[in-house]
Nanobody, 127 residues
């Protein structure tokens, strides 16, 4: 059974860091594209970052570029999102998503492209 489970969320002060983890049960990571999305209260879900299956090239939303880093550990079946320099506007529920490798050369940060989703983990950035 294919399951995604996020963890690592919490309360952090502005400027702080958090590392989110996504445990991918039943997946072979190299065969899937992976992404992180987030949804703040009253807002639409937005893409944060993605990593391509196989070669592992990455993409970032403008809001995440330079502050967040996506990575994966094939041996541990884990996908990570390291978040530094957190801002109050980063407050949201963060979701991990997966999709069998898409035909595009680069990974896509668009939620309609992904069919496997975790339950989310809350990140709150506040003083």
């Amino acid at each position: 059974q294919l399951q995604l489970a996020e963890s690592g969320g919490g309360l952090v002060q502005p400027g702080g860091s958090l590392s989110l983890s996504c445990a991918a049960s039943g997946f072979i990571l190299d065969y899937y594209d992976w992404a992180w999305f987030r949804q703040a209260p009253g807002k639409e879900r937005e893409g944060v970052s993605c990593i391509k299956g196989g070669p592992g090239s990455t993409n970032y939303a403008d809001s995440a570029e330079g502050r967040f880093t996506i990575s994966r550990d094939n041996a541990r079946n884990m996908v990570y999102l390291q978040m530094n320099g957190l801002k109050p506007e980063d407050t949201a529920v963060y979701y991990c998503a997966a999709e069998p490798i898409l035909p595009q050369a680069a990974c896509i940060i668009r939620d309609s492209a992904y069919h496997y989703w975790g339950q989310g983990t809350q990140v709150t950035v506040s003083s």
